[in-house]
């Protein structure tokens, strides 16, 4: 297949092809990648023009306003290069999928029957022409001129990210969480320890029988007897969880006990009951035999078994599970200091959206809103129900504005059609862009822009898995950061079947974990994979990060777990305890 092929099917605007030529003469300029790739995401990466020694002029630094990077997204918009391509081409997405015969042909997305695709972020770029490569290069830039009336396009559009420069970019949004608060038990859950985790106590506080049976001392036989102030006759009282013996065992005697009951003083082992035989004396009282002997410390949990006071039982940093819950009670605490859930809140942009039954009458169900929420509480968020808003400039706005989330995520909006209101309201609420398009498939339109000094904005594309990879590209690395959580430890895994790739752009790919006797587990990519598209990842266990060109059969690729599948939730629900609702959501 040749380039060509792919780029009757994908397109190239002008305008991407500036910013990546932007881009590779920014790379050439010493200093750090991460500040290149912010510039380059804001207009301002470096141009280099001929060597000053030749007679060239010195390395430009070229800003594009706000203002005229939105026409310039409206430019390519118009061409046929302001969206994200809808396109599910012939994948041997199964080994028993018929498709799997080798047909590389690639053509446009059939329909969808996912709500949301009347969202599409643009037009689809299958008409746009090929081989314009060379149409741009870096050394014709200029400084860009403001729009001079309507009707204006201008030819200069920052180019699109590489998707792990914008994931980077994402994490390293904020400098780091919050301020540490201390909560009681029940509101830690999710939260991330802002201080080790020590032992107030030693575990167990005190020598505990592990088994029901009797508490013994020395070797046997031994008598039972009575407790001081107990009637003789009938069976002795035993010990009981929750009791605390007063009487010394004496050599040769036994006891009754309880598992988790308090071993008297005096006591070398606990015989279990089904191995002890009691015998009733002629002269009177009772004697325990075994048929074994009961070596010292049998089924006894000795003070201190699992920790001892001051020991460290986990580090700051660690995700407070329900187990962690359970240890810190054990271990004496009623209340934890852990980093403050970030909170969140969605606001689902689109007048054609509806909330229940079923699409008729050309509009759609949103299929967002009910995702998201749920998505974003197992990342240990704290997001409120989402808002969904007419197409409507004025009521986006508000919305922003008065928002009191730390990150507002929008759907829907991010490219520069008629009712996509999301770039004209950032640049009205003077919002500092940090990505304006990732290069990545499905979902390359989305953006996060700066707010305030700790509020920020992620637009997600609003077709469904467009804005799952939006999600899982900007929103997960910013919030992450926010709630003090660790990285995923970086996994991989071998393709069970091969993956068609865009020619220039990361893909991401739903995929389902499969055994394999020769390889182990591999990857299975999944069909219906379309940025409309929820079949797929309804299905899945985890995203591939498929590289440019795609992979083959038994290619390790990096994989995304999705947080239901990873364990990376703590099983936390919003509850009344919260006591966060967004602005207008009442």
């Known amino acids: ?75 390519s918009s118009t061409t046929g290069g302001g969206g994200d391509i809808p396109y599910t081409p012939d994948d041997p997405f199964s080994l028993d999928d ?72 994402a994490e390293r949004a904020v400098p780091g969480p919050p301020a540490p608060e201390t909560s009681a038990l029940g509101d830690v859950l999710g939260r991330t320890l802002a201080a080790p985790l020590a032992a107030l106590t030693d575990l167990p506080s005190f020598d505990t029988s592990a088994m029901d049976g009797w508490a013994v001392s020395g070797p046997g036989p031994w008598r039972i007897d009575h407790p001081s102030g107990t009637a003789e006759g009938g069976a002795p009282p035993g010990i009981l969880a929750g009791h605390s013996p007063a009487e010394v065992l004496r050599d040769g005697h036994a006891i009754p006990i309880a598992t988790g009951a308090r071993l008297p003083s005096g006591a070398t082992a606990v015989l279990r009951s089904e191995h002890g035989e009691v015998r009733e004396l002629s002269g009177g009282g009772r004697r325990l035999y075994a048929p074994r002997p009961a070596p010292p410390g049998q089924d006894i949990r000795p003070r201190g078994q699992e920790c001892r006071r001051g020991d460290q039982l986990l580090p ?67 997001a409120a129900a989402p808002r969904r808003l007419a ?27 008629p009712v996509d209101h999301v770039h004209p309201t950032l ?14 498939r499905p979902g390359h339109p989305m953006l996060l822009a700066r707010l305030a000094p700790h509020r920020h904005l992620v637009g997600l594309p ?57 390889h182990g587990l591999m990857a299975m990519p999944l069909r219906f994979h379309g940025p409309a598209m929820l079949r797929g990842i309804a299905a899945a266990d985890a995203l591939a990060v498929v590289p440019p060109g795609g992979a083959e059969r038994g290619t390790e690729l990096e994989l995304l777990e999705l947080p239901w599948s990873a364990g990376l939730s703590a099983g936390w629900s919003p509850g009344p305890s919260t006591g966060w609702t967004a602005p207008g959501s009442a």
Not at 5 to 17: I, R, S, V
Not at 70 to 75: I, K, P
Not at 150 to 167: D, F, N
């Open 427 to 440: 640049r009205r609420l003077g919002a500092e862009v940090l990505v304006d398009g990732v290069a990545v």
């Open 1 to 75: 297949m040749t380039y060509g092929e792919f780029d009757d099917d994908f397109g190239e605007e002008p305008d991407a092809m500036v910013g990546r030529a932007r881009s590779e003469a920014a790379g050439e300029a010493a200093g750090d990648p991460f500040e290149e790739a912010l510039a380059l995401a804001n207009a301002t990466a470096p141009v280099r023009g001929r060597p000053a020694a030749e007679g060239g002029a010195e390395p430009l630094t070229v800003r594009v306003p706000y203002a005229t990077r939105e026409t310039a997204a409206a430019h």
């Open 98 to 169: 018929p498709a799997a015969s080798g047909n590389s042909t690639w053509r446009s997305s059939r329909p969808s029957c996912s709500a949301n695709s009347s969202r599409s972020s643009g037009p689809d770029r299958s008409s746009a022409p090929a081989g314009r490569e060379s149409s741009e290069s870096p050394e014709g830039l200029e400084d860009p001129a403001a729009p001079t009336g309507p009707g204006h396009r201008s030819t200069v559009a920052p180019g699109s990210l590489p998707w792990h420069t914008a994931r980077e970019i």
């Open 391 to 417: 197409d409507d400039a004025d009521t986006l706005h508000a919305a922003i504005a008065g928002s009191t989330a730390d990150v507002v995520i929008t759907t829907g909006g991010t490219a520069s059609g």
């Open 316 to 382: 700051a940093g660690a995700l407070v599970t329900p187990a962690v819950l359970g240890l810190a009670a054990a271990a004496g605490y009623d209340e934890l200091t852990a980093y403050p859930r970030p909170r969140a809140e969605v606001l689902v942009l689109g007048d054609e959206l509806l909330d229940h039954g079923l699409p008729q009458e050309g509009r759609i169900r949103d299929a967002l809103g009910p995702m998201l929420a749920p998505w974003l509480h197992a990342l240990g968020v704290e």
């Open 462 to 518: 609003g077709n469904p898995l467009a804005a799952v990879s939006g999600l899982v590209t900007l929103a997960e690395p910013l919030l992450r950061t926010l709630a003090a959580r660790p990285p995923a430890v970086p996994f991989r895994a071998p393709l069970a079947a091969p993956v068609h790739g865009h020619p220039q752009d990361t893909r991401i790919v739903p995929v389902t974990y499969r055994e394999d006797d020769r």
